[in-house]
């Protein structure tokens, strides 16, 4: 088993101790990277200062950079040629198939395949990203009768406990609630972690504190954004928290937020991101 990169395990000592066998390091039957209960203050850390970089970050390596940076602008040239709304259902094989078929996207090469696949099949806890993961398999579609667009918003709801809640939220606090990302694929969870690994250069655990790598994305299962209409990308900021909307949001009880200010998954706080499943 290759040994973890963590702080505070230099010591080869205590690497040793904190061995397979030892029981906090447990894998479980999932087989997943477990965060060390030592690390809950630096994971705090890291959840409130986000948007920097700390000593056992983990990279690419250079030689993928190239590919990073070709593959997110591939995609970023294919999600305009889909268009942003369709874009946010779009699968993995159809992503690659509209890459084959349109020149002005052109067909990913094997580098940028194998990195692609590489961020897919990784562990995220890799990164210090302990979410879940929720997509196995990167061909995964989600069928156009499962999801309603949702008028004004450019974004798709799933049908059933997705829908009935941004139905009810919308009721109870008002028409300036406004959905700010629905359900999303695969190929759109892409789209959003490499663009934000090019601008980390290739950080992917300050990408991860800030966005799910993909199959990690509860938007896939049903959670969905909100925000206050007319608020732009402020609505994705601590700014959201401090709305008349969102204290109307708490206020109502029935609402969940997935990333609090204190959760586990080494995820920072996203008061406007909404747990459905
Ligand atoms: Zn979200």
Redesign the pocket.
């Known amino acids: 088993m290759a040994l973890r990169r963590r702080s505070g395990e230099t010591d080869p000592v205590i690497a040793t101790v904190r061995s397979p066998i030892d029981p906090l390091r447990d894998e479980g039957a999932t087989g997943r990277i477990a965060p060390h209960p030592d690390d809950s203050d630096q994971r705090l850390q890291k959840i409130k200062e986000f948007d920097r970089t700390y000593d056992d970050d983990y990279f690419l390596t250079p030689t993928q950079m190239p590919s990073l940076e070709s593959a997110a602008a591939r995609v970023e040239r294919a999600q305009e040629l889909v268009g942003h709304g369709n874009f946010n259902l779009l699968s993995f094989d159809s992503l690659l198939r509209f890459a084959e078929n349109y020149t002005e996207i052109g067909a990913f090469t094997k580098a940028e395949l194998e990195l692609l696949e590489e961020l897919f099949y990784n562990d995220a806890g890799l990164y210090g990203f302990f979410g879940e993961k929720v997509i196995t398999d990167l061909t995964e579609r989600i069928p156009d009768r499962d999801v309603i667009k949702i008028a004004g918003s450019g974004h798709y709801l799933l049908k059933g406990e997705s829908l009935e809640r941004f139905t009810q939220i919308r009721r109870d606090v008002g028409k300036s609630i406004a959905l700010t990302?629905g359900v999303r694929s695969i190929g759109k969870q892409y789209q959003l972690f490499l663009s934000k690994a090019v601008e980390t250069a290739g950080n992917l655990s300050q990408a991860s504190r800030s966005l799910a790598p993909p199959g990690y994305?509860?938007?896939a299962r049903g959670?969905?954004?909100i925000g206050k209409a007319g608020f732009g990308l402020e609505n994705f900021t601590e700014r959201f928290s401090e709305t008349e909307e969102f204290r109307r949001l708490i206020d109502l009880g029935y609402v969940s937020i997935?990333y609090t200010e204190t959760n586990p998954f080494g995820v920072r706080h996203?008061p406007?991101?909404i747990k459905i499943v």
């Open positions: 990302s994305s509860f938007h959670d969905f954004d997935r996203e406007w991101h």
